[in-house]
């Protein structure tokens, strides 16, 4: 009999604990409404820049968007489809700025950033080839191909 009773009481302890996590609707539809402010305060700081800059502003702003709602929706839910997306947000962010970036340079230092992009990326849109989440993916590939410049972090410049 009190093994049964030990058994049920970690049941309960451990049903309470995961639900005490889990978002409710109004928490999620108030960290919803707080990312859609953070994007637009963002894109408003945009505004006073000019060129390319404000172009790379525009695509960190998005990607942070698209970052802190696949993070939202994996909070909320929590299933391996939700982490996944929320990897591919994390590569797929970092892509585009470092892409972006690319805009700056010019002549041949411009072909092997955009270069390097490509053969960083490959193969990200899909499955998981090789293990790992996209942005291990992403980091890796871009080591084995030995391309640094316009990496996110990297300002641009090559290591």
Known sequence: MQFTQ???SVCVATLM????FALTPAEKNA??????????????QCKSMKGN??????????GREKVAKAELNFRADGSESNR???AKAKADADYDVAKQKCDD????????????????CKGLGGGQSGGGTH???YQRRQQESGCSRCAPGSGGKSA
């Open 6 to 8: 030990k058994i049920l």
């Open 17 to 20: 604990a995961s639900s005490a």
């Open 31 to 44: 960290e919803k409404t707080r990312i859609e402010a953070e994007y637009k305060a963002a894109k408003q």
């Open 53 to 62: 800059a404000k172009d790379i502003c525009e695509k960190q702003a998005s």
């Open 84 to 86: 996944h997306k929320l």
């Open 105 to 120: 340079l010019s002549g041949n230092a411009k072909d092997v950033c955009k270069r390097c992009q490509g053969c960083a």
């Open 135 to 137: 942005g291990d993916q």
